[in-house]
């Protein structure tokens, strides 16, 4: 039991070593609210960074239906994404490696983007958003603040299809 | 009282070809914005006070004309016509945007006969050989019209002017259109830019509110005109272009009308 702390700081900083020298990570953690409906399908779900101009900069994760019902294909309704599918889905391939998954069932989901995959990005002040849509139900987008290029943290929350949403840079 | 009766019938005989003046016509799609591998849309075409609700005359769709994204022409599917509207599909299975118009064109005159008024209408070719020789004060139209919308699956494409008639020349895409933001388009005239002319925008679902909440905006000597969009919703858009014959040269009437969506 006293092993532990010792472990866990050994994993610490083999963890931080790499980091020092690659800059920092990225994690978004979304909150899917539990919604009571008679007909509840979870929500798609897509996850971006965004310019002070309001432009995508990177999506960083789509949760969508992979695969064809008989009520057609999963990609069928990205649209009702309908802000990411505006500023950036519909330009992009589906699926795309590292960025789409399955749809998500209610509870704390974490997006951990390693700084390899955001090498373009310019140090500076940007948003994550995250945007829900829910067959039979509503669409939320929830944007909140962070900055590129220092560890700092930031938080926001949805208030219908979307729970806390937090941002962390971790250097 | 005779004089306004001429006038009325004369104003009647003019507003003829443009029943969509007194009627809005208009082709009004299911969606506009899709995604995945191929779609499908659905699309209503009729001639009615309310836009987009059928209640008055189905429309013809004799001169209706797709281009796919590639420029080919694609085919409406299920086509029918019931009492207020018709009806077709259209199978969207390449990427991009789609043009779906109705078009017409045609040649009509007016001329006086032994004190009589009387009109004429039939292809331009035959113009000449219709009109009695005796015919005074004779009065030649052409006219065009189109009733047009556009639709999307994946990224929007650049689309095409036809070069002929009244036509929307998009600056904003017309598949990019978002509630609080301004668009902007330009109306052209066979191809150039048709300044100074009126455009009328109304908001679908009429029915459901009691102010039409309708507006109107006037094109720049370039024929641009902008919108910032008050609500999400289907519009309907409307413009008609009419220039005097002179020197025995045929006027012309052009009217364009359009439905755009816009998005939340």
């Known amino acids: 039991m006293r092993k532990l702390p010792l472990v866990l700081t050994a994993a610490g900083l083999a963890a ?13 953690s979304v909150e899917l609210p539990r919604i ?3 007909s509840y399908h979870r929500p798609y779900v897509a996850v971006w960074i965004e310019k002070p101009d309001q432009t995508t900069a990177q999506t960083l994760a789509v949760w969508y239906q992979q695969t064809r019902n008989n009520e057609g294909d999963g990609k069928d309704w990205l649209k009702d994404l309908r802000t990411w599918w505006r500023k950036g889905g519909r330009a992009m391939t589906m699926p795309a490696d590292g960025v789409s998954g ?14 390899a995959r955001l090498r373009a990005l310019p140090a500076g002040q940007y948003n994550i958003v995250v945007e829900a849509a829910r067959e039979l139900g509503g669409r939320e987008v929830v944007r909140v603040p962070f900055r590129w290029g220092g560890a700092n943290t930031g938080a926001g929350t949805g208030s219908t299809e979307l729970g806390a949403v937090r941002v962390a840079v971790t250097r | 009282m005779k004089k306004t009766l001429a006038f009325l019938s004369l104003a009647a005989v003019l507003a003829a070809p443009l029943s969509a003046q007194a009627h809005r016509a208009w082709l009004a799609p299911t969606s506009t914005v899709l995604s995945g591998n191929d779609a499908w849309v659905g699309f209503d075409a009729g001639m009615s006070n309310g836009v987009f609700i059928p209640d008055h005359a189905a429309m013809r769709l004799a001169g209706l004309t797709i281009t796919a994204p590639d420029g080919s022409t694609a085919q409406a599917e299920n086509v029918s016509q019931a009492k207020y509207r018709s009806s077709f599909d259209l199978h ?24 009589e008024q009387k009109r004429w209408r039939g ?15 004779v009065q030649a139209t052409r006219t065009d019209s189109r009733t047009e919308t556009f639709v999307t699956l994946g990224e929007p494409t650049d689309l095409k002017t036809v070069g002929k008639g009244l036509e929307l020349a998009p600056v904003t895409h017309p598949n ?35 102010n039409p909440e309708e507006i109107t905006v006037k094109t720049g000597a370039d024929g641009a005109f902008s919108v910032t969009w008050p609500e999400a919703g289907l519009y309907w858009l409307g413009a008609s272009v009419r220039t005097a014959g002179v020197n025995g040269q045929p006027g012309s009437n052009a009217s364009w009308n359009g439905a755009l969506e816009v998005l939340p």
């Not at chain 2, 043009?99 to 009509?108: C, I, K, L, T």
Request: charged fraction near 20%; hydrophobic fraction near 45%.
């Open chain 1, 16 to 28: 931080a070593a790499p980091a020092v020298a690659t800059a920092a990570d990225l994690t978004v």
């Open chain 1, 36 to 38: 009571s409906s008679a």
């Open chain 1, 102 to 115: 399955p749809t998500k069932a209610p509870g704390r989901h974490s997006v951990t983007v390693p700084a």
């Open chain 2, 92 to 115: 969207l299975s390449q990427p991009g945007t789609y043009r779906v118009a109705n078009v017409g064109s045609g040649f009509m005159a007016s001329y006086k006969q032994g004190g």
């Open chain 2, 123 to 137: 292809a331009e070719a035959e113009f000449a050989a219709a009109i009695p020789a005796d015919a005074t004060e």
């Open chain 2, 176 to 210: 990019d259109l978002a509630v609080g933001e301004a668009a902007t388009f330009k109306l052209l005239k066979d191809g150039q830019p048709a300044a100074d002319v009126e455009v009328t925008i109304a908001r679908g679902g009429i029915r459901y509110r009691n």
